[in-house]
């Protein structure tokens, strides 16, 4: 089977888009996981797809795959990859679309100067809901939690953004232990669905450093989500005001947050490196 793609990347977090619209193709899982490898197919840290949508009042249904061929229910900087997308493909006219995701609908919109806001809606600390198993009885939705790592008390912030995350407060990302923490945090039994394991170092009240370990993808150059959720933790917590800018190891982005209740606003850039067409092997 021959496949049209996109090769897109928001801040280094790269990504194969795929137009299920005009063609006949969503992924298995041995598929994504080979689009997804870096030696052999395509390589990305997530295949993104763009279907028509499934319920009224929205533009397209988007779907996530990450490289180990697990469908997700939110990607922060897919999103500003897919509006750019879908404007590049005719797909759409207009600059600000909704859109269905399994974590919710987001609403990205395409700015005059080429950037990318997404409004990501409210975040989430109710645990059930995240989903997360707290320890607290009383306050299980506290902004700090304690976290049993291999026998070491961390303390997290969970947050859902559409997808869980635990973010952690460190001195200095980049001797923070994500790479021996990340896997632990990841598949922790606390987060029945797994979690993306956020480490943040606080620069100052509008600035902010981030590495995050993503659920089914490992270490990633950015991760918008996780930005949106670190940004939350922090203003939760009492260390943030916003906006905030929030650099990653691929480059910036712009976090906004009025408080409870209020929708979360990323604002980043979204790149397209290419455009081709694949030949999948018939054994997958």
């Known amino acids: 089977m021959r496949i049209r793609f996109s090769k897109m990347h928001g801040l280094g977090n790269d990504f194969v888009v795929l137009d299920a619209i005009n063609q006949a193709f969503v992924p298995t899982p041995a598929q994504a996981r080979w689009l997804a490898d870096r030696h052999f197919g395509v390589g990305c840290d997530q295949i993104l797809v763009v279907e028509k949508p499934g319920r009224p009042g929205v533009d397209f249904r988007y779907r996530i795959f990450n490289a180990d061929g697990g469908e997700v ?19 759409t006219q207009a600059r600000e679309i909704r859109v269905e995701t399994k974590g919710g609908i987001i609403a990205p919109r395409l700015e005059a100067d080429g950037q990318v806001t997404v409004d990501m809606g409210a975040p989430i600390f109710a645990p059930a809901e995240i989903p997360f198993t707290s320890p607290l009885t009383e306050l299980s939705d506290a902004a700090v939690q304690p976290l049993d790592v291999d026998g070491q008390i961390v303390e997290i912030s969970a947050v859902s953004m559409g997808n869980p995350h635990a973010v952690q407060v460190v001195a200095d990302v980049d001797t923070a232990p994500v790479a021996a923490q990340g896997p632990r945090i990841e598949a922790h039994p606390s987060f029945p669905r797994r979690v993306n394991a956020g480490f943040m170092q606080v620069l100052d009240r509008h600035a902010i450093r981030l590495r995050v ?65 694949i030949e999948l092997p018939n054994n997958l």
């Not at 999103?79 to 005719?90: I, L, M, N, S, T």
């Open 73 to 91: 229910e939110q990607c922060g900087n897919g999103a500003r990859c897919f509006v750019r997308f879908v404007h590049e493909q005719g797909l």
């Open 213 to 277: 370990y993503e659920r089914g993808a490992g270490e990633t150059l950015a991760c918008g989500t996780g930005a949106c959720a670190a940004v939350v933790a922090g203003i939760r917590r009492g260390l943030l005001d916003s906006p905030v800018r929030v650099t990653t190891r691929g480059g910036d982005l712009s976090i906004a947050w009025a408080g409870t209740g209020a929708p979360v606003l990323m604002t980043g850039p979204a790149t397209t490196v290419f455009s081709a067409e």
